[in-house]
C-alpha cells in the first residue's frame, strides 16, 4: 500500500498493484533533503521541509535517486512535507534530460495552492524531460502513474 503521508487514501494498493521493480531492493532512503520510498513499485520522494536546493543540491537528490534506484526506470510519486525552493539553475537541472534519467514519469502532489501555483509555474515554464502532472490527490496520480508502467526509460 502506498503511503501518501499528507492525503488519506482508502485503498491506493488497488491502483498500483501491477507496477513492478525488480527486486531484491533497498525499500528506504533517507538523504539531508529527501526520503525515498520504495513501496508497490512506485518510488514516493518526499522532498524535506523548508528545502532550499541549489545546482549543487539538486544533483545531489538525483545522483541519490540514481543510486538508491541502482539506475533502474521508475515511476515517481513526489511530495513534500513542506514549503520548498529552488533557483533557476536548480529548476532547469531538474528538468534536463540529465536530471531527469531514470525517471519514467512523475506525478507531484503538492500539500496546499501555494505549491500548486509554484508547481504549475515550474512545468509550464520548463518541461520535464519526461511525462510529468500535478494531481490534488494521491489516487488520482497513482492511476496516471500506472499508464507509464510499461516503458522505460
Not at 501491477?18 to 513501496?39: A, G, R, Y
Not at 536530471?99 to 500539500?111: F, K, N, Q, S, W
Amino acid at each position: 500500500m502506498v503511503l501518501c503521508l499528507h492525503i488519506n487514501m482508502e485503498n491506493p494498493s488497488r491502483y498500483i498493484s501491477n507496477l513492478l521493480i525488480p527486486n531484491p531492493m533497498k525499500t528506504e532512503s533517507d538523504t539531508p533533503f529527501v526520503h525515498f520510498l520504495l513501496q508497490d513499485g512506485l518510488l514516493i520522494a518526499t522532498f524535506k521541509k523548508g528545502l532550499k536546493v541549489d545546482l549543487a543540491i539538486a544533483r545531489q537528490i538525483v545522483q541519490s535517486r540514481l543510486d538508491f534506484m541502482e539506475f533502474k526506470p521508475v515511476l515517481t510519486l513526489i511530495l513534500s512535507e513542506g514549503q520548498v525552493t529552488m533557483d533557476k539553475k536548480a529548476r532547469d537541472f531538474l528538468a534536463s534530460p540529465e536530471g531527469t534519467r531514470g525517471l519514467i514519469a512523475a506525478a507531484m502532489v503538492p500539500r496546499n495552492p501555494f505549491e500548486w501555483a509554484v508547481g504549475s509555474i515550474f512545468l509550464h515554464i520548463r518541461k520535464p524531460a519526461m511525462p510529468t502532472r500535478i494531481f490534488a490527490h494521491c489516487d488520482s496520480a497513482i492511476k496516471w502513474l500506472r499508464k507509464f508502467v510499461n516503458e522505460k526509460r
